[in-house]
């Protein structure tokens, strides 16, 4: 399913573009899932979930190096004119490791969703590639929440 015209089109408007989504969208995911990890290890002293968390983390790290070398594209980055690059107060307020972990886990899902739709314009097999990682971490998403989540003073188990 891999486009081989790819790098023909990459001088394509369109396709930069396309590839400055995929760009920020690796950054977004590695990052957000970074501070999970660090939230979960760091926090909560859970060691599977953490090496679950760390081993998505290196999927992802893993497709990063395919995208960056067989598509370039970090060449495509544009950080300073991203119109969209200052937060907003929400963005800066956090009240704890449960809202630290869980916005950040919103963070990982949106960007590898992103990172699935986008790459179906080039390599099917990397799309399901993602798809794989985002079921991966709804299910340790729905871990962390029976785990360490407390809904009005009880916590959460099953």
Excluded: P
């Excluded at 590839?19 to 060691?47: H, M, Q, S």
């Excluded at 290196?58 to 960056?68: E, G």
């Excluded at 307020?93 to 986008?118: C, H, I, P, T, W």
């Amino acid at each position: 399913m891999r486009n081989k015209n790819i790098h023909k089109s990459a001088g394509n408007a369109l396709y930069r573009n396309y590839f400055r989504i995929v760009d920020a969208n690796l950054n977004r995911a590695t990052e957000g899932l970074r501070v999970c990890e660090d939230v979960v290890r760091f926090v909560w002293c859970a060691k599977n979930i953490q090496a679950r968390i760390k081993s998505l983390r290196h999927r992802i790290k893993k497709i990063t190096i395919t995208l960056r070398k067989d598509y370039g594209v970090i060449m495509y980055r544009e950080t300073i004119d991203d119109v969209g690059k200052n937060s907003k107060k929400t963005d800066m307020a956090r009240s704890g490791a449960e809202d630290l972990f869980f916005a950040n886990a919103q963070r990982v899902k949106e960007s590898v969703r992103s990172l699935e739709e986008v790459s179906k314009l080039f390599d099917g097999g990397i799309s399901e590639y993602f798809k794989g990682i985002r079921f991966a971490f709804y299910k340790i998403e729905k871990d962390v929440y029976k785990k360490f989540v407390t809904v009005k003073g009880r916590r959460i188990s099953k």
